[in-house]
């Protein structure tokens, strides 16, 4: 399993097990960074969130701290038949409190490590083209702009592929890299 730091652990977790609380600070925890960074919620209303949580093709990465607060992660989808060499993430967030302290390079770097193992080419995201500082942020960590979704009208796709999968992966892709929900605990 890919590290995030060398104190953390990495545990499947049943999401559904998750407390009503549990899953309400979570969305809290969520809808806090988007409206501290950009002004709005990113779950408006608790439905959308659900309806995200109860995904099936959602692996959700989240991450706690030692005291139990939710302060980061993000969703993986690992087979899309648009784009079956990609693994896509959504929703990467890191809590205020946590920002600019490495956690969301560190996120994604534990993403990209985990499409290596299942045997993809690279990683694909959505954006919002208004935020370049987000942009920004994911051009200097090699993502480069595409085209328009066509799944998400407004967004634009970045990718990051690289040359090959690691040989090994190639011809024994590990099904297990982000097979399940993962709970984060640093
Ligand atoms: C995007 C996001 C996940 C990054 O998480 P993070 O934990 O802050 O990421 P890191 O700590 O790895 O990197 C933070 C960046 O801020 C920069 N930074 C550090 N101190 C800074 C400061 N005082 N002011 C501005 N930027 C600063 C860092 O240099 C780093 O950028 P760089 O390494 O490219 O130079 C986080 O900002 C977030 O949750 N944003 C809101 C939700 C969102 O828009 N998510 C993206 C969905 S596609």
């Known amino acids: ?8 652990k990495v545990i499947p977790v049943i999401l559904s097990n998750l407390s009503a609380n549990d899953r309400q600070r979570l969305m809290a925890a969520i809808n806090n960074t ?11 209303c608790p439905k959308d969130f659900e309806h995200e949580m109860s995904e099936k093709k959602h692996h959700w990465l989240i991450v706690k ?25 959504g929703t990467l ?22 499409a ?8 694909h995201i959505v954006v919002n083209p208004k935020l370049k500082p987000l942009i920004s942020f994911y051009e200097r960590r090699g993502y480069v702009l ?31 890299a982000i097979s399940s929900d993962q709970l984060i605990v640093s």
């Open 1 to 8: 399993m890919a590290e995030l730091n060398n104190n953390h």
């Open 34 to 44: 988007w409206q501290s960074h950009w002004g709005w919620l990113r779950y408006p």
């Open 65 to 89: 701290n030692h005291d139990g607060a939710f302060i980061g992660g993000a969703f993986c989808v690992t087979h899309d038949p648009m784009y079956p060499d990609k693994v896509y993430f």
């Open 93 to 114: 967030w890191t809590s205020p409190h946590a920002n600019k302290a490495g956690l969301g390079s560190r996120l994604i770097a534990y993403i990209e490590e985990q």
């Open 116 to 123: 290596k193992k299942l045997g993809k080419n690279g990683v």
């Open 146 to 176: 595409m085209e328009k979704s066509r799944q998400f009208p407004g967004f634009m796709r970045m990718e990051k592929t690289w040359d090959s999968p690691e040989e090994g992966h190639l011809h024994r892709p590990d099904k297990k």
